[in-house]
């Protein structure tokens, strides 16, 4: 079956240490993207790749970083930079760069920081 | 400003009643697409429809259904005949070309259908 997973679905870490969220889609899709959701509250855009070896910031890029070293992945590092990084994230993916492609999503990985 | 608005935070109602979720945009681009995403309590966000600015026809799939209405900048979502299984947190979001290939998402609004 094609679809996207995250990995761990739960994480916890201390403060001051880097912790890697896994994404990998299996449905050849150009673009991928990652939000962090907060309690009660939307989605925001943290970084997104439209294709391999490229990336962009989004809204709420700092104290994160990514990779996109092969199409199917797309692996996010939250760094010790990030102030408040306990929250809900989510990886997608669309078939390409095109404003008019439905996003299709993981099932998350819930951060917490002891 | 481009942005969404649903301004229903939560709405509860009871398994069977029909409820209308909003949604309102703003977009200065006359090409975009609306989209509606349902979020279980499982944290997976869902796709459920895309509508083009071009289309103004209303879409019903099985007890869901959709009004886009243009004059009014909206694109509201309808179920009829509520089920537990429908508790969820619904998104509307907004893309244009000019978006630079990002959704514009509206808070969300939190639907409790009770047994």
């Known amino acids: 079956d094609g679809g996207i997973t995250q990995s761990p679905k739960y994480l916890f870490r201390k403060e001051g240490q880097n912790v890697t969220l896994s994404c990998e889609q299996n449905?050849?899709?150009?673009?991928m993207y990652w939000y962090r959701q907060d309690p009660g509250q939307g989605l925001r855009l943290i970084y997104y790749?439209?294709?391999?070896?490229?990336?962009q910031k989004g809204d709420i890029a700092e104290g994160y970083s990514v990779s996109r070293e092969k199409k199917e992945s797309f692996p996010l590092t939250v760094t010790s930079a990030q102030k408040n990084p306990t929250a809900f994230y989510l990886c997608a993916s669309s078939m390409d760069r095109a404003y008019y492609n439905e996003q299709f999503f993981g099932p998350g990985t819930r951060l917490t920081v002891l | 400003a481009q942005k969404v608005t649903q301004a229903q935070t939560e709405i509860s109602v009871v398994e069977k009643e029909d409820v209308t979720l909003d949604c309102v945009y703003e977009t200065r681009d006359t090409t975009y697409y609306l989209f509606w995403y349902k979020q279980p309590p499982s944290g997976e966000l869902v796709f459920l429809i895309r509508?083009?600015?071009?289309d103004e026809q209303n879409e019903i799939s099985g007890r869901y259904s959709w009004n886009f209405q243009k004059s009014t900048s909206s694109f509201n979502f309808t179920i009829t005949a509520s089920q537990v299984v429908d508790s969820a947190v619904y998104f509307c979001?907004?893309?244009?070309?000019?978006?630079?290939?990002?959704?514009?998402w509206g808070a969300g609004t939190k639907l409790i259908i009770k047994p």
């Open positions: 449905l050849n899709h150009d673009a």
């Open positions: 979001a907004l893309s244009y070309m000019d978006s630079n290939y990002q959704l514009i």
């Open positions: 509508r083009n600015s071009f």
């Open positions: 790749s439209q294709i391999v070896n490229d990336f």
